[in-house]
């Protein structure tokens, strides 16, 4: 089973710009659908953004479209979640997800293989 790190949050002005990184371990990173999920608290866990294992195929959040952008380095095991013009909104904790089955990941959170710790996303009005 790989394992997840997530990195790059922090704390940003609105309409400013932060990339996510997650890097994976322990597992054959080029077989898995990779996502991002975002969860606040007392809310439910939902989706972003997934790739599937070659990079060929993107998914988004209605949320999000148009502003964030999922692309993954199978030689570096990474998966990024390059996110422009940043809302108050888009205030949560990122998740990185893995799975062998790509639609899994964008169905998810539920079912999904692996999941990272998280990282803390803040943007202020």
């Known amino acids: 089973q790989v394992q997840l790190e997530e990195s790059g949050g922090g704390l940003v002005q609105a309409g400013g710009s932060l990339r996510l990184s997650c890097a994976a371990s322990?597992?054959?990173?080029?077989?898995?659908?990779l996502g991002w999920f975002r969860q606040n608290s007392g809310k439910e866990r939902e989706f972003v953004a997934a790739?599937?294992?070659?990079?060929?195929?993107?998914y988004y959040a209605d949320s999000v479209k148009g502003r964030f952008t999922i692309s993954r380095d199978n030689a570096k095991n990474t998966v990024y979640l390059q996110m422009n013009g940043l809302k108050p909104e888009d205030t949560a904790v990122y998740y990185c997800?893995?799975?062998?089955?790509?639609?899994?990941?964008?169905?998810?959170?539920?079912?999904?293989?692996?999941w990272g710790r998280g990282t803390q996303v803040t943007v202020s009005s």
């Open positions: 997800a893995a799975d062998y089955v790509t639609q899994r990941v964008v169905r998810g959170p539920d079912g999904i293989n692996s």
């Open positions: 322990g597992g054959t990173f080029s077989a898995y659908g």
């Open positions: 790739i599937n294992w070659s990079g060929e195929s993107t």
